[in-house]
């Protein structure tokens, strides 16, 4: 298992940005893909438990992607999210499970009240100099911090070459994924150097070519771009369709990803 390279960590970005998946929380939940078992399993193996036994706070839930399987295998999942688009999509998709207004900064929750503190693809939205202590405080002693993003796997020519274009579109700091290839430093800064263990987990999933698409343009870099962008964001994505439909010619666009995951005892 390779050990988590800690990067330093950088002020949280600005909440425009950070809140900009509200206003497509439709698009998200029905665009973006969800995480292979192994994720779960390794939850598992963390905590030394079976997940049907833990009481889990999922932070950053969003539309409830991560929520879904943790709940699905028996956790007793309490959702935070700040966005009142992504809560509501949430609450909609799954009303059994309780969903709080709140953020990673500053968790609502007493301390040592969760067996299990998931970030799916959200520990980088929050300032992690707060988040952390958050965490540690919420946490029960040997408790777990589990910190994890789908990272496009740049080993498929075809996912490099698209992320080169969509950089190109944007400009050079705004791809869609944070962490292009396998390899490069994790997003899971501010933890401790000793403790956190990094696990790369390789995995696809096959869509509709639209489905594709919408899930390019749910990032939010796309999502924070002004009505100015709209048409050039348009050609964009009408001419990345025509390309793939070259390499996909039934329609069906095999994603590949590598999910980055950290998880820390505390
Ligand atoms: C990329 S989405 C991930 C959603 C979901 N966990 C998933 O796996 O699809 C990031 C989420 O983090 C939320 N967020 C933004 N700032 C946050 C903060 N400071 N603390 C917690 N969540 C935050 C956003 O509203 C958004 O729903």
């Not at 048409?231 to 980055?260: C, H, M, Q, S």
């Amino acid at each position: 298992m390779p050990p988590v390279q800690p990067a330093t960590p950088s002020p949280a970005p600005g909440p425009v940005r950070a809140l900009s998946f509200s206003g497509a929380a439709a698009l998200y939940a029905a665009a973006r893909p969800g995480y292979p078992p192994e994720v779960f399993a390794a939850l598992e193996e963390a905590t030394g438990r079976a997940l049907s036994t833990l009481s889990a706070v999922d932070v950053g839930a969003g539309t409830g992607i991560a929520t879904r399987e943790l709940v699905r295998r028996g956790a007793r999942v309490t959702a935070v999210e700040p966005g009142a688009g992504m809560a509501a999509e949430l609450r909609r998709s799954l009303p059994e499970v309780p969903v709080v207004r709140g953020d990673g900064n500053r968790l609502p929750f007493a301390g040592g009240s969760a067996d299990l503190v998931t970030y799916a693809q959200s520990w980088h939205w929050t300032d992690q100099a707060r988040s952390w202590p958050e965490a540690v405080r919420v946490l029960r002693p040997g408790g777990v911090l589990a910190l994890w993003w789908n990272v496009a796997d740049h080993q498929a020519p075809w996912v490099a070459e698209q992320d080169a274009r969509i950089r190109r579109h944007l400009g050079a700091d705004h791809g869609v994924h944070a962490t292009p290839a396998r390899g490069t430093p994790s997003r899971a800064v501010g933890l401790p150097e000793q403790g956190p263990v990094g696990r790369l987990l390789p995995w696809s999933r096959r869509v509709s070519l639209r489905t594709h698409l919408d899930n390019l343009a749910s990032h939010s870099a796309f999502l924070v771009r002004g009505e100015e962008h709209a048409e050039a964001d348009r050609r964009f994505f009408a001419e990345e369709g025509a390309r793939l439909l070259e390499l996909f010619p039934d329609g069906t666009v095999e994603e590949r990803y590598v999910v980055d995951l950290t998880t820390v005892t505390v």
